[in-house]
């Protein structure tokens, strides 16, 4: 499927709903001086709950900075972010980091699962890093795991996993403390189709919550489908929604 496709599709469906990320004028250089670099060119966008929102485009055009911005990993040059109508410039410091540690849960390509660890332990390491005891930690990563079928596999280790199954972990660990932004950067790019589909469709069934936007960067055009919207970049800039 072609992103214009998936985009016109995307946009026949797309429906008032609350709006869960407000980007607005994001500007972010790279470098100081003579030598600074605009990443991105004053991006206003909004992102709703209850969807899964695909950001695509290719390398280099700043999929990775703006959902870093979004995300409170980076801090724009200038312009705002709001999260569920908190604006990430009236939070500094810790209090940015435990904004983030609760409403913010990240998928990664690599999946980045610690190798010691059961996948119930692995899955419950933010609910362990905001405070909650040990088995109270546990029960609830058990209860998202056998969300996303892994029930049979809650004390396997990521060494007897599959790619597929420890990215369902790493799944499982992003929604263990209920965040309202889930943000995903290719999180099929390592997967084989099959895999990458099943992966897709667990973010359809699991993520997506009316309270809850979803933010996946993808190059796989196959997964367009899944897209309740599309958001096109090309050169720092959001070309198409």
């Known amino acids: 499927m072609s992103v214009a496709t998936a985009v016109s599709e995307s946009a026949m469906a797309h429906t008032s709903k609350q709006v869960g990320v407000a980007c607005h004028n994001l500007v972010k250089d790279c470098g100081t001086g003579e030598t600074a670099v605009r990443v991105l060119h004053g991006i206003t966008v909004d992102v709703l709950a209850s969807e899964l929102t695909l950001l695509v485009g290719p390398s ?20 705002d972010v ?17 904004f983030r540690a609760r409403n913010v849960g990240f998928v990664f390509q690599q999946y980045n699962l610690l190798p010691s660890l059961t996948a119930a332990e692995n899955a419950s390491i933010p609910l362990l890093i905001q405070g909650m005891p040990r088995p109270k930690a546990i029960e609830e990563a058990n209860r998202v795991l056998n969300d996303v079928g892994l029930g049979n596999k809650l004390k396997s280790k990521p060494n007897q996993l599959s790619g597929g199954q420890q990215q369902r972990v790493a799944i499982a660990r992003a929604l263990v403390h209920q965040p309202r932004l889930l943000v995903c950067d290719e999180p099929t790019a390592a997967l084989d189709a099959h895999s990458g589909q099943t992966v897709m469709e667990l973010l359809k069934r699991v993520a997506v919550q009316p309270d809850r936007s979803v933010i996946v960067v993808t190059h796989d055009s196959r997964v367009y489908s899944y897209g309740d919207r599309i958001l096109e970049m090309a050169d720092g800039r959001i070309v198409s929604s």
């Not at 999929?63 to 040059?77: C, H, N, V, W």
């Not at 109508?85 to 410091?93: C, F, I, P, R, V």
């Open 60 to 79: 280099g055009c700043g999929k990775t900075t703006l959902i870093s911005i979004i995300a409170g990993l980076l801090y724009p040059t200038s312009g």
């Open 82 to 98: 709001s999260l569920f109508g908190t604006a990430q410039s009236s939070l500094k410091g810790g209090k940015l980091v435990n």
